[in-house]
């Protein structure tokens, strides 16, 4: 009976131990995280205090982290930003014309040929809220917005260059 017990904590202990080295790890290539440019859109920024609008207009981006790239989203975007390298990716006007979505009052993501046309790595911090820029919609804020802007959080991009795999 020892005998028998002795042989299943072996075998325990080496089934173990080998689903150890199986497991994969979702660490950053080279400290990147894989992501995608998915969408875009122009805000006016508010003042804070106020929230009036500050007259300054910013373009937003869109950010799917590339491990999502296939869940069933009902929008594809883990993140949004204000501070992508204006020279990091060259996006055709016509994927920026838009401002906004007007259905929604959301981004414009761009059409699914486009999806996984930007792909990026980026270090990047999630901000809290008293660091994250405050914006209106124009018209949307007035009306009511109905896409969920405070699902996603802000983030603010350390460093990020393009990637090919």
């Keep these: 009976m020892n005998t028998m017990r002795i042989k299943n904590i072996c075998l325990i202990l080496i089934l173990s131990f080998s689903s150890i080295g ?5 660490q950053p ?3 990147y ?3 995608l440019i998915v969408g875009s859109f122009l805000v006016n920024k508010t003042d804070k205090e106020s929230g009036i609008g500050t007259g300054e207009i910013i373009r937003g981006y869109c950010i799917l982290l590339f491990e999502n790239k296939d869940s069933d989203l009902q929008y594809p975007l883990d993140y949004i930003t204000f501070d992508l390298p204006s020279d990091l990716v060259d996006i055709p006007e016509e994927l920026l014309s838009l401002d906004y979505d007007p259905d929604n009052c959301g981004p414009n993501f ?7 046309t930007y792909k990026i790595g980026l270090n990047y911090d999630v901000l809290n809220s008293k660091d994250e820029t ?3 919609l124009g018209p949307c804020t007035a ?3 109905t896409f969920p802007w405070e699902n ?3 983030i603010k991009i350390l460093n990020a ?3 090919t795999n």
């Design 110 to 116: 761009f059409p699914a040929t486009y999806r996984f």
């Design 29 to 31: 290539e080279n400290g």
């Design 134 to 136: 405050e914006f209106a």
């Design 161 to 163: 260059h393009i990637t």
């Design 22 to 26: 199986c497991s994969e790890e979702k």
């Design 143 to 145: 009306s009511g917005l």
């Design 152 to 154: 996603y959080s802000q």
């Design 33 to 35: 995280e894989q992501a």
